[in-house]
């Protein structure tokens, strides 16, 4: 989320096709683009950092190894499964029958971590609202930093802000530039 400046309801629609590695002439992943809402009115395209896409792939590898069948069509983000074989009499659970986990699911797992981490303190008597929100606290990240380089309408594109329609490969080359700078 942090690399991409995707919406956290983004994760519903997630599956690993959207994905798509992004080479140099060297055959090196440099980054990869990212199809959010695909299928859907409000479809755009992002980019996510090399770092970013091999997590993810690492992350699937890791699925397949326990024995989920990985295709283009299986969700970014699934449930927690058994890493051990037990039978339940039902395949819940299990590696092999995948559930997909929803953006409510992600956004209890950010919460959970900033409590855990102590990054978030309760609310002290008369506030109504924590200073930043979690998962849209990536987005806004994203944002500040992107705009530092990026062109700023490259920005909004790439947050789903369509106003004008610039090639892609333009605007990969303005986030290529934003991501070597750190």
Same mark, same amino acid.
């Given at each position: 989320m942090v690399s991409s400046g995707i919406r956290l309801g983004a994760w519903d629609y997630l599956k690993w096709?959207?994905?798509?590695?992004?080479?140099?002439?060297?055959?090196?992943?440099?980054?990869?683009? *990212?199809?959010?809402?695909?299928?859907?009115?409000?479809?755009?395209?992002?980019?996510?950092t090399s770092e970013a896409y091999n997590a993810l792939k690492e992350w699937m590898d890791f699925r397949a190894?326990?024995?989920?069948?990985?295709d283009d069509n299986s969700w970014l983000m699934r449930d927690l499964w058994q890493t051990t074989n037990m039978?339940?009499?039902?395949?819940?659970? *299990?590696a092999t029958s995948p559930k997909k986990l929803k953006s409510s699911g992600i956004?209890? *797992? *950010?919460?959970?971590?900033?409590?855990?981490?102590? =990054?978030?303190k309760p609310l002290t008597e008369g506030t109504r609202r924590h200073e930043w929100k979690?998962?849209?606290?990536?987005?806004?990240f994203y944002k500040s930093r992107a705009e530092q380089i990026m062109?700023?309408?490259?920005?909004? =594109?790439?947050?789903?802000h369509v106003y004008y329609k610039p090639t892609e490969h333009e605007v990969l080359d303005d986030y290529i530039k934003a991501?070597?700078?750190?």
């Open positions: 096709k959207h994905v798509k590695p992004i080479t140099n002439d060297e055959g090196k992943v440099i980054a990869a683009r *990212l199809d959010v809402y695909a299928g859907d009115v409000e479809q755009y395209y992002t980019f996510v190894s326990y024995g989920e069948r990985i039978n339940y009499g039902a395949r819940w659970g *299990l956004k209890r *797992l *950010l919460e959970r971590a900033v409590w855990e981490q102590g =990054i978030r979690i998962a849209h606290g990536y987005r806004k062109k700023p309408i490259n920005v909004e =594109i790439t947050m789903g991501i070597s700078m750190y």
